[in-house]
């Protein structure tokens, strides 16, 4: 067992944000070895029950719960900032050029290493990420994720139409290679296997029942897709699906909304769908500083708590701008105002920081695994450092209050703030 002594942040099952100024976070395995929290709370009086463990001193820094990324693209590491009018040329002129280059394993692995030094960086310690439609750039990143211990889920990404050479996958093959790939993964360690449909135009409707049968057969793996982005991509799905209610009801016709279903935007849905995504326990990765740099629009908050819709926060890197987390509550906090005529409602950093954590392990069905750091988590958490720049010093040591502390974090914080990134 090892313990920290640092201010702590972690969450309460009311998803409000609970904080220690001068806490103790215990950690040590569990009864079938996994390195787990095993006790936190207020330093003294946790610290007798704890004689002889071996004590970190961190005061001055703020541990919290490792960043969950609920969506992202490991190929798209080098695609990050590539300028397109939206999102089809985007994909078009850069996404799938440089997407082909995953057949090759050993580059796949150089960028699958590169990815995850970001993410370490960064604090994130678990992403649901799309590989490309290459098998071998699915076992380069499990191999990789599984040499660091992590908690990582991936899929090959299906794509048998309107997909250029390189990148279009068969369709028979496609859906033989995925259920071997989760075969291979799936429960290994602490990794997870996601049945990966790019999106509804890029494959058949042959490709779309095949992945809804085998995310029948295998219940526990996950789903990921991208959902109603763009206004161009929703007028394609409906020519494509001339039957469907919606872009949203697609998938659902093809068996693809369930628990462990993870749909990236979720931007241009109606009341139908909202409820379609409550009813079926699927939930929203919400990419906001990706549909602000493609310009694709802006997530609704109001309409999805309405919905009563699950969702959290993800980079959506290379059409995200970055991988840290500070930079995604930044920009879903301009994205909440948005969506709220009142002045002064929008998101509180506390709701902020839940949706990159705990909300985020929720909406993918690991609530009490990851995301948090309350007893029998997995131990991933991050040491935070407040004073990381001379600004964020001078502001953190002026918060009055827990939320205007996260809030300097969030407005003024990246990569530096994080010490450390600590994995179970
Ligand atoms: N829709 C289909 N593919 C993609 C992708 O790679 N990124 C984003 N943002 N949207 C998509
Ligand atoms: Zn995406």
Redesign the pocket.
């Known amino acids: 067992m090892k313990a920290y002594r640092a201010a702590l942040l972690r969450f309460g099952d009311d998803h409000q944000p609970l904080y220690e100024s001068d806490g103790l976070l215990v950690v040590g395995p569990d009864a079938h070895g996994r390195k787990v929290v095993r006790a936190v709370g207020d330093h003294d009086a946790l610290i007798e029950r704890f004689a002889g463990v071996a004590v970190e001193d961190l005061r001055g820094y703020l541990i919290a719960p490792g960043f969950i990324d609920l969506h992202v693209?490991y190929p798209?590491t080098d695609v990050i900032g590539a300028p397109a009018a939206g999102?089809l040329p985007?994909?078009e002129n850069y996404?799938f050029p440089h997407e082909s280059r995953f057949a090759d394993k050993d580059y796949a692995r150089s960028v699958a290493d590169f990815f995850f030094d970001e993410l370490a960086r960064h604090g994130v310690t678990t992403a649901l990420t799309?590989a490309s439609s290459h098998p071998a750039s699915v076992d380069a990143a499990f191999e990789v994720a599984q040499s660091r211990g992590l908690r990582f889920i991936t899929g090959k990404v299906l794509q048998d139409r309107h997909s250029p050479d390189g990148v279009r996958d068969q369709t028979e093959q496609s859906l033989i290679d995925t259920e071997s790939l989760i075969r291979r993964w799936h429960g290994v360690d602490r990794l997870g296997y996601a049945i990966t449909p790019?999106?509804a135009?890029?494959s058949s409707e042959a490709q779309l029942r095949g992945a809804g049968e085998l995310a029948a057969k295998y219940g526990d793996v996950w789903i990921q897709s991208?959902v109603a982005?763009?206004h161009d991509?929703v007028k394609w799905v409906a020519e494509l699906f001339p039957d469907a209610r919606s872009y949203l009801g697609v998938y659902g016709d093809f068996g693809l909304l369930r628990e462990r279903a993870v749909y990236?935007?979720c931007i241009h849905l109606d009341a139908h769908d909202r409820r379609l995504m409550k009813e079926t326990g699927a939930a929203a990765a919400i990419?906001p500083t990706?549909n602000l740099f493609?310009g694709?629009g802006f997530f609704d908050y109001a309409a999805a708590d309405a919905a009563g819709m699950r969702y959290g926060l993800a980079s959506?890197v290379?059409?995200?701008t970055s991988f840290s987390p500070f930079h995604t509550m930044m920009a879903a906090y301009y994205v909440g105002r948005e969506g709220h005529t009142k002045p002064g409602l929008s998101l509180t950093p506390g709701q902020l920081w839940w949706q990159h954590t705990a909300g985020a392990a929720l909406a993918l069905g690991l609530q009490g695994v990851v995301g948090n750091l309350t007893p029998g988590n997995e131990a991933d958490f991050v040491v935070l450092n407040p004073k990381a720049t001379p600004l964020l010093a001078r502001k953190t040591a002026q918060a009055g209050n827990l939320d205007e502390l996260l809030f300097a974090l969030i407005v003024l914080g990246d990569d530096r703030v994080v010490s450390r990134t600590v994995t179970a």
């Open positions: 693209h798209q999102l985007w994909l996404t799309f790019r999106f135009p890029t991208h982005e763009n991509e990236a935007h990419s990706s493609l694709s959506d290379g059409g995200g």
